[in-house]
């Protein structure tokens, strides 16, 4: 019959302490006794080290199934959310310039000369970009690129700027004293 950790420990208690040091001290006592005992208590507690990490393991796992279910779910919804985004982006942009390019259209023939620089289509491009790389540098760890996009000129315009209050400032007064010459 296979001895139990309790029983090993009681026999080590027994040798070192209920004998006494003397006997440990007389030159014909057996010290391989105690590191064979303390051998199986080692074991012992190997075992039962495997036993409890076997135990634990089929919890864990399905822990860790239920945390990748979540991240999954978490990581599709982040991406359905970016395409959204981007999409309504493409569509609030090309507004920005459609509506930009009618304005100077409406603005050449009211003044009756050339429009400010500002509602010209390649520089309403140009702010748009600029605007755009200020805010994707602030992307944790992408700086100036992601994958095969780069992006420059973001210096120009912080980020934190509101874009409509930046070109009501820029082209407001103008635009304003051409409404006033009514």
């Known amino acids: 019959?296979?001895?139990?950790?309790?029983?090993?420990?009681?026999q080590l208690v027994t040798l070192r302490h209920?004998?006494?040091?003397?006997?440990?001290?007389?030159?014909?006592?057996?010290?391989?006794?105690?590191?064979?005992?303390?051998?199986?208590?080692q074991t012992l507690d190997s075992a039962k080290n495997r036993e409890t990490e076997t135990a634990c393991r089929p919890k864990r796992r399905e822990q860790l199934r239920e945390d990748i279910t979540k991240l999954e779910t978490k990581r599709l919804q982040a991406w359905q959310d970016a395409e959204v985004a981007a999409r309504r982006l493409v569509q609030c942009l090309s507004s920005v310039i459609s509506v930009s390019q009618e304005e100077a259209s409406v603005l050449r023939e009211l003044?009756?000369?050339?429009v400010p620089a500002r509602i010209q289509?390649?520089?309403?491009?140009?702010?748009?970009?600029?605007?755009?790389?200020?805010v994707m540098a602030t992307i944790p760890e992408h700086r100036a690129r992601m994958g095969a996009i780069e992006w420059r000129g973001g210096s120009s315009y912080p980020p934190d700027q509101n874009w409509r209050e930046q070109e009501e400032k820029a082209l407001g007064s103008e635009i304003n004293a051409v409404i006033g010459q009514g």
């Open 111 to 114: 003044m009756g000369s050339a």
């Open 18 to 41: 209920d004998r006494g040091d003397s006997i440990l001290a007389k030159p014909k006592f057996n010290c391989a006794a105690i590191a064979e005992i303390k051998h199986r208590l």
């Open 121 to 134: 289509r390649a520089e309403v491009s140009s702010r748009i970009g600029g605007r755009i790389a200020s």
């Open 1 to 10: 019959m296979a001895q139990t950790r309790e029983q090993f420990t009681e």
